[in-house]
């Protein structure tokens, strides 16, 4: 993908998801300012950038988007939750089509009609706004729409006219003359004809599409498109373009409204200060600087100057784009970059320029927003924070495994040089060694870990916008409260968080939370507070979902997980409360009775569970009837690092992950209870069933007989297991690597780690043997 | 011939037909750096456009009063003066 695209999808990216969080502000707190100016700039911004690329439907609704935000900005009206609802559906549909160009570089061929619609639902949404926006910019009522189209017009008239306009009374007509792109080959000549409008007090040209270079344009297809201001009356005007009648527009325009209307759309005077454009603007600059070999020296202008002529363009500064594009002839006859050099610094200065005058000028219409980011120091240029591929991250981190692992064969081989070759001091100073390379690996993973960390808020930011439309959806009244938004953890332990938050936060609403009348008539207020937390607890974070919803009953709970034959008689009637309450994490439970699309499908707790426990985290939960729930997940802050317990069985080396092990036992052979064909031990006057790891891996060396068994005590999908071995061994750090190719399939193992010697270590997944 | 090649400029003289268009443009691709229209008293669309896409610099005011008026702020640089009505 080119990189420029590429770095507008990632802009957009973040400008969609900025805007999304302003509109949902802005939703609750209607006089939120700064809201609808961040919210306006952002897709003013956007629109700005789309310009670049030849993605009009998108530009379409992001114009459509620009305009209702504006008129709803000056004139401070609250927006109602239908107009968020179609504002929100524009933003997403944005996103999918900034999807669709980083996939295909193009967007969907459905884009223009879907974008058309689209825009007219927008409108239709704002309406009442935005006429009333347009009657309040202009002088009189009745020439307000016209001159709110005028304004993109005027956008491309000469700053003088508004000296010249300033002295004027009366009205004025607006021309738009459009020329047949023919025209040329019937023998008529557009310029002498607009040449020849009686009364005219500005004159001004746009190109219909972008000019083409020199080798690709066509001389004799017209692409030009004049507009004009005259004092003539209309039948004037009428009579000089009787042959061309289709081909031109006229509007009448009282001049103090074309005054007002000036300022607010005349870029190239006062140019609206894009910050995309000053980076690019600079990145050719730095092309030009860059030294070049004689052969690439005239392919590097012509790049830079139509980077900067295109640009310029779509920021609406024809006057810089075309300024640059003659400097970039004539550094080209002269052989002199240096003219093609100061063309483009000098409009990068013109543009810093502007920014302390649009700052200081009394706050027009349309122009604090823009004002804003600009207004930040011009010599800002080079960005402090990077942003870098995951693949290359991952591969650091893969090297760091390797490091660490390389070096933990150093304290083998100093034990080799000490007891094999009886070299005392070598083996010392090997350990020296040894000790510093493991002071920097450590440092080195921590660093790279450190890069890998993500703030919570990545995962949080999504949710405001969730919880608003399934409120609305389910017509509840729902406050989410966001805690701990800079938790940091590392990106794997984000990215696997949402599914299972999701499931929760829809449980949550779906279930949990009440109608707003039934809140009333428990006593409680009318919205209900579901609170998102996370917090670092030692090197776990914690995440909370809190509501003060209906709460769990148990009662109620073990009763459906019975009908769902999920538990027998007995089970239900030994049955804690807790237990009870843990039973919605049980695969195929779902109290909902009726299937919604909201949640339901009884598949959302236990896959949050699964989602959980694979991560290496654990979920509790906690509720009072009537007073709300509580779900905590615990998760570690990386994955990178796993910590295993090594155990032998039969001379052969198997990892435990470390975060399953409760305790290691030593079974005496004679206190092993044999229950049919099971066994089982007694643990503190508990029954803890006994499983052999050899007969779980199916091996068949005869069992060592021995004395006693030694037994890892571990927690497996909340059970208590004790798990028979031969021998245990050290805990340790490993890097985990999953099983790939084709051992992927091979269930049972968490993966693969390699040993300081060299020797590979098979890490146990607990949970699927002992399921199988 | 109402346009000629001089040095590095192009030369408009008189009134410069559509297909004069023709020829600037191939002026400009072959190198010419600018245009010098002191000469001139009216131009061709054609060859507005050629002025427009190109981005040749202009050298001196047009001949005819309208063209200096209109076209002078309408084009890039170069320009002596800008007109004001």
């Known amino acids: 993908m080119n990189e420029l695209l590429a770095s507008f999808v990632t802009e957009a990216r973040d400008l969609l998801a900025e805007a999304a969080e302003d509109l949902l502000a802005l939703e609750r707190t209607p006089d939120d300012e700064a809201a609808i100016n961040r919210l306006f700039r952002s897709v003013h911004t956007l629109k700005g950038s789309s310009g670049l690329f030849d993605v009009a439907p998108l530009t379409r609704i992001l114009h459509a988007a620009e305009d209702m935000f504006q008129a709803v900005r000056e004139q401070g009206v609250a927006l109602s939750a239908e107009m968020v609802d179609v504002a929100l559906r524009t933003l997403d549909q944005t996103g999918l089509w900034i999807d669709a160009l980083e996939r295909n570089q193009t967007l969907p061929d459905t884009a223009a009609a879907a974008s058309q619609t689209l825009a007219a639902t927008l409108r239709a949404a704002f309406g009442s706004v935005a006429t009333g926006g347009a009657a309040a910019t202009a002088a009189s009522p009745d020439t307000a729409p016209e001159a709110g189209a005028a304004a993109e017009l005027l956008a491309c008239f000469d700053a003088t006219l508004r000296r010249v306009l300033s002295r004027e009374s009366g009205s004025f007509r607006l021309i738009t003359y459009e020329p047949d792109e023919a025209c040329f080959f019937k023998g008529e000549d557009p310029l002498h004809l607009a040449l020849q409008i009686p009364g005219m007090a500005a004159l001004a040209s746009t190109a219909r599409s972008p000019w083409q270079t020199p080798d690709a344009l066509d001389p004799f297809m017209c692409n030009l498109r004049f507009h004009a201001l005259s004092r003539a009356g209309h039948d004037t005007l009428e009579a000089l373009f009787r042959y061309v009648p289709e081909q031109v527009t006229i509007l009448d325009i009282p001049a103090a409204a074309l005054l007002h209307a000036i300022p607010a759309g005349a870029a190239p005077a006062t140019p609206a200060a894009n910050p995309l454009t000053g980076e690019l603007l600079s990145a050719q600059l730095a092309l030009l600087d860059a030294p070049a070999p004689e052969a690439e020296r005239a392919g590097r202008w012509a790049a830079a100057a139509d980077v900067a002529r295109h640009v310029l363009q779509a920021d609406g500064h024809n006057a810089a784009a075309a300024s640059v594009a003659a400097a970039h002839a004539e550094a080209e006859a002269a052989c002199l970059p240096g003219r093609l050099r100061s063309a483009i610094a000098d409009v990068l200065a013109n543009l810093a320029a502007v920014v302390p005058a649009l700052a200081a000028a009394p706050a027009m219409p349309g122009r604090d927003a823009q004002a804003r980011p600009a207004a930040e120091p011009p010599e800002r240029t080079a960005p402090r924070t990077l942003r870098i591929d995951q693949e290359k991250i991952d591969q650091m981190m893969n090297l760091v495994g390797e490091l660490i692992v390389a070096k933990n064969s150093l304290p083998f081989l100093a034990r080799r040089a000490e007891q094999q070759f009886g070299q005392r001091e070598l083996g010392r100073e090997i350990q020296d060694q040894y000790s510093v390379i493991d002071r920097i690996a450590q440092e080195l993973q921590g660093s790279v870990m450190a890069v890998r960390m993500m703030p919570m808020g990545q995962v949080f930011q999504r949710f405001p916008r969730l919880v608003r439309d399934l409120a609305r959806k389910l017509g509840k009244q729902v406050e989410l409260v966001i805690e701990g938004e800079q938790t940091e953890a590392d990106k794997n332990v984000i990215e696997t968080l949402f599914d299972p938050l999701l499931h929760m936060v829809r449980n949550c609403l779906d279930h949990a939370v009440e109608p707003p009348a039934e809140r009333i008539a428990l006593g409680k207020p009318e919205t209900a507070i579901v609170k998102l937390a996370a917090r670092q607890d030692s090197d776990q974070v914690v995440i909370e979902i809190i509501d003060d919803g209906r709460g769990l009953d148990p009662e109620k709970l073990k009763r459906k997980a019975y009908e769902r034959g999920l538990i027998d008689e007995d089970r239900m009637a030994a049955m804690s409360d807790h237990e009870a309450r843990m039973l919605i994490f049980a695969a195929g439970f779902s109290t909902a009775a009726t299937i919604s699309d909201v949640s339901g499908r009884g598949v959302g707790m236990d896959v949050v569970r699964n989602a959980v426990e694979k991560a290496g985290g654990r979920v509790a939960l906690s509720s009072e009837l009537g007073r709300g729930t509580t779900v905590r997940l615990n998760l570690p802050l990386s994955m990178a690092v796993t910590r295993v317990m090594t155990v032998t069985l039969h001379e052969r080396l198997f990892g435990i992950p470390m975060d399953l092990i409760r305790e290691t036992v030593r079974v005496p052979a004679a206190d092993i209870l044999r229950i049919k064909s099971s066994e089982a031990f007694l643990l503190r006057d508990r029954v803890v069933p006994l499983l052999r790891l050899a007969s779980l891996l199916e091996m068949t060396e005869p069992e060592a007989a021995g004395d006693d068994v030694a037994v890892l005590v571990v927690r497996v999908g909340g059970q208590t297991i004790g798990l028979g071995i031969t021998a245990f061994g050290e805990g340790m750090e490993v890097i985990l690597k999953p099983l790939a190719g084709m051992l992927a399939a091979l269930g049972g193992y968490a993966g693969t780690a390699l040993l300081g010697d060299g020797r590979v270590l098979l890490v146990l997944d607990l949970k699927e043997l002992i399921a199988t | ?85």
Do not use: K, N, Y
Request: contains cysteine; hydrophobic residues 45%; glycine residues 10%.
């Open chain 2, 1 to 85: 011939m109402s346009i000629r090649r001089d040095g590095d400029g192009i030369l408009l003289e008189g009134v410069c037909p559509i297909e004069d268009a023709e020829a600037m443009l191939r002026h400009a691709q072959e190198g010419a750096g600018f245009v010098d229209w002191s000469g001139c008293t009216h131009l061709h669309a054609a060859c507005l456009q050629v002025l427009l896409s190109s981005g040749l610099a202009l050298r001196g005011t047009p001949a005819s009063p309208l063209l200096a008026q209109w076209l002078v702020p309408m084009l890039p640089v170069a320009s002596t003066q800008l007109s004001e009505a």
